[in-house]
């Protein structure tokens, strides 16, 4: 298969391949690999169909001609099913399309398949699908990450280029890491989230999974930019983020208690190492700086997206969308049952955790604590970025677990988004980048976060990290 979509265009160019007989290719891949449950959904003749047109097709190409792209479950496609992973939606059809879709689609890229995820983008693992769990492709018996598993599988096994995915604690990033492939979070409003199923709308965003940081850096300049239906949405207008060079030497922080945190694996932490000091012989500037706030990240991100997704989950009462309980005789039982049936078990945990520090008793105590610490994060970040480029840490403190490992412990769970959550907590984008591998040949992802807005800067320097 193509590593970079510029190969796939050079070979739509020279004859050597059409279009058709890519998404052919990719629909065999989907089909070879089932048993990884990536995808919930093909949409193997209307992809044809979309090729044959496109492969007609010979001036005013698209931007992102020839792309083949999955989507993750939570997004909206007019005229297709979109169930979040859960049971609550389940046959529900999206009757308009999410922003992202519809300018994929006006860039000519082919869209092949829903895919799976954690239920509402709720997970670090993918086993938290009502419509079962995702397996590794490099190793069945791991997870792939959440909560976008599917997104992250569908690129690693080439079942399509690239994938869309949401990103509010990590979900991106994470699974790219397990994955051993490029995951980005954009700055926060980046990207419209009008279409997006929501979770926590002040963390949301979503971006792409592909192989190369080239990609990545196209697929956001369709992606990005100011949207009537989204208000956060910013306005500031698109660089081509594929021609952004990086000159010079970076300035780059390390957090202190992130790369030498008590819970980081010991093979995660030395190649972390491995990568800074190549950093340094390479006459880059890496130098740690204090941090005081990583053991208040994990518990302000849960009392923060929890509270939101109380919120933005109430909709699902059984009127309004999706699944009614056959059981449910007045009102009353049609919000209770329909719930109670058509939720999952960490849905309903997060949703009882974001009433309880919503709640008038306990507001102060934890929503609005929370409300400040994000707001320290916020000034130490700005403070830090006045100085340095970049921070680098790992993506996640261990490499993919294996399935169950961690299901029994929720706290366990969440541990897995330790250095994640920083990015969505404060806006900034990040990267993870497939840098290095433990001795058993599983990925390690390095994860960059840059300023808020600086996506260009951080796709430059990323590229010269992967050459
Ligand atoms: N693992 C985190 C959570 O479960 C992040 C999820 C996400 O980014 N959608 O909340």
Redesign the pocket.
Known sequence: MYKTLTDIRSALDSGQTTITDLVTKYLANIDANKNLNAFLEVYGDEALKRAGELDQKTKAKGKLYGLVIGIKDNICYTGHKVSAGSKILEGFQSIYSATVVERLLAADAIIIGRLNC?EF????SNENSAYGPVLNALDNARVPG???GGSAVAVQAHMCHASLG???????R?PASFCGVVGYKPTYGRVSRYGLIA??SS??QIGPFSHSVEDTALIMEVLAGADDFDSTASSKPVPLYSAEKFEGKAKIAILKNTVDHSGINPEVRAETEKVIAKLRSEGHTVEEVDFSLTDYLIPV??VL?TAEASSNLARFDGVHYGYRSPRSTDMDSVYKLSRTEGFGK?VKN?IMLGTFVLSAGYYDAYYSRAQKVRRMLSEQISAIFKKYDFILMPTAPSVAFKLGEKTSDPTE??L??IY??LA?LVGTPAISLPLAKNSEGLPIGIQLMAEKHADAKLFAFSRTLMN
């Open positions: 954690d983008a709720m997970g670090s959440g909560s976008s949401s990103d509010t604690g990590g979900s991106i994470q979770y926590a963390f949301d991100y849960y997206s960490e997060r769970m969440y897995a988004d994640t959550v969505n």
